[in-house]
């Protein structure tokens, strides 16, 4: 994940925010031994107990003496979200995180998080192409394409001519196939012009 500095406005940081995050994807060696509970108090300073509590609300609580290389994906995207959970943050910020999963897994992993943030109270970030669950568990939605298209609900999103000519409209926008073909202009002074793209890529989220 790159960090790119802002080139206007101002940010303004809570004192006292506590942000947890979990990556696309994690590189670990094989040579390096390391369970997951050892994965764990590395990363906070918390105790067994608590531990113990949030391995249990992401149902991980057996995996706890398992080498992390030994993990399956799902099991290692479940885990990523336990780390991030651990110091009960105020803003969760989830990279791609279900790459990788199948549909039970998707599935799943998509009701741990909402589950924490329940429980938890926090605020969620997510980028994700997933658009079926973008549009339907989401408050607000900011949809990129090399810059910002159009925000706002998913309702008035999914109603916007720049995210109809991104991702189609024969599911009304709620489950769509990704384009990455971008060539509209934002001009309020004329109308929007789109070019529909020759080849569609990536692959229709069900």
Not at 117 to 125: F, K, P, Q, S, T
């Amino acid at each position: 994940m790159a960090f790119i500095d802002a080139s206007s406005g101002t940010l303004t940081r809570v004192a006292g925010l506590r942000v947890g995050y979990v990556s696309q994807k994690l590189e670990l060696t094989k040579i390096l031994p390391l369970t997951v509970r050892r994965f764990f108090e590395i990363a906070h300073r918390v105790s067994n107990e608590h531990i113990q509590t949030i391995c249990l609300k992401i149902s991980i609580e057996h995996l706890l003496d398992k080498q992390i290389v030994e993990l399956s994906g799902g099991q290692l995207q479940r885990v990523l979200l336990a780390r991030a959970a651990l110091n009960s943050p105020h803003l969760l910020i989830l990279d791609e995180p279900t790459q990788g999963l199948d549909q039970q897994g998707l599935a799943d992993f998509y009701c741990q998080i909402e589950d924490l943030r329940n429980d938890m109270g926090c605020a969620v970030l997510m980028v994700s192409h997933e658009l079926h669950v973008v549009m339907s568990a989401s408050d607000r939605v900011i949809c990129l394409s090399g810059h910002v298209c159009c925000e706002g609900a998913p309702d008035v999103v999914s109603s916007k001519p720049e995210y109809r000519a991104l991702f189609g409209t024969g599911t009304q926008g709620t489950l769509a196939l990704y384009r990455d073909v971008h060539d509209h202009k934002h001009d309020h002074d004329q109308e929007h012009e789109h070019k529909s793209a020759d080849q569609q890529s990536g692959h229709e989220h069900q």
